[in-house]
């Protein structure tokens, strides 16, 4: 690596740093973060200073939040994986990728493979798909925070959804209950916890209350799913919906629904509410299920009735 005069490199950006990261992988062995983002910050040469300089909130290093975030976007476009938390390593596709290509690896590279183009543009998380930052004066400060803030939620719904499918199936049915419970369905958790799983009934996981008194019933299927949810699994459950006589149902999965399963679920007379992966970490994310709240950012505003004195 070539270095500036003065033998010094700015903190490098998180798409600067995706060839070395890729390339301290191509041993094909697993890699701690820590043993990456130290090996990633002797290579540019970082001073201590550097290493230990932190983000405004003063809990995580610049350079080490620079290095997760180099990891997520070539995690999406196939280029390394994860096979257990915070240990990485090299695909097949980021070896390929090492030896086909020179120059640097960014944004623009990854968006030729189909998983990161849909991880890009993907619409179920609703929230702006992530895109390069525009530049400083086409912002305000306001603006900035907001789009932040939605790279930060997206990247967490990514998380929590593939946390999610390493985890057994007994815990993705606890997970439910819990979400069922912090929207305020299902009556008290020990109620909820008792209807789901236990029903076992031709497609149907659980049945749980729609209020606290129960006066009405929701019938319930949560999968972890591989691949897409086509329409005869929707059938099969409405199927089970009408032999139970039952009117509404919510159909949980891991993975997704082909067009055909929601235009069917859309069109029959029972009410089948369809919650895909990316809406189901959405959920765990809005209503406090799985997450821990971090840092808080308070922006304060002049209080124009104090300051409102007669002349």
Not at 36 to 62: C, I, M, N, W, Y
Not at 208 to 215: P, S, T, W, Y
Request: charged share 30%; aromatic share 8%; net charge negative.
């Amino acid at each position: 690596m070539t270095l500036p005069m003065g033998g010094r490199l700015p903190i490098p950006d998180f798409q600067t740093l995706m060839r070395p990261l890729l390339k301290h992988l191509s041993d094909g062995s697993d890699h701690s973060n820590q043993e990456t983002v130290a090996v990633l910050a002797d290579e540019f040469h970082l001073s201590d200073g550097e290493r230990t300089q932190l983000l405004p909130s003063g809990k995580q290093s610049v350079f080490s939040n620079r290095v997760a975030w180099a990891k997520s976007h070539l995690k999406q476009a196939g280029l390394i994986e994860s096979p257990r938390w915070s240990v990485y390593r090299i695909s097949a596709r980021g070896l390929s990728l090492l030896q086909d290509t020179d120059g640097p690896i960014n944004i623009k590279i990854l968006s030729q493979f189909p998983e990161y183009q849909e991880f890009r543009s993907k619409k179920a998380v609703e929230v702006e798909a992530i895109k390069e930052v525009p530049a400083d004066d086409e912002m305000t400060p306001e603006e900035h925070i907001e789009y932040g803030h939605k790279q930060i939620r997206q990247r967490l719904s990514i998380e929590i959804l593939d946390r999610i499918k390493k985890c057994p199936p007994d815990f993705f049915e606890r997970l439910v209950v819990d979400l069922i419970v912090a929207m305020g369905y299902g009556g008290s958790r020990s109620d909820a916890g008792r209807a789901i799983g236990k029903a076992g009934d031709g497609g149907i996981d659980g049945i749980v209350k729609e209020d606290r008194l129960g006066l009405d019933v929701i019938y319930i299927q949560a999968k972890r799913w591989e691949g897409t949810v086509g329409r005869p699994e929707i059938q099969k459950f409405a199927g089970a919906l009408q032999g139970q006589k039952a009117r509404k149902g919510i159909f949980i999965t891991t993975s997704s629904f082909t067009k055909e399963a929601r235009d069917f679920a859309s069109f029959i007379d029972t009410k089948v509410i369809l919650i895909d992966g990316a809406q189901l970490s959405e959920l765990l994310i809005d209503y406090g299920v799985g997450v821990t709240r971090g840092d808080v950012y308070e922006i304060k505003r002049i209080d124009l009735d104090y300051f409102s004195v007669d002349e």
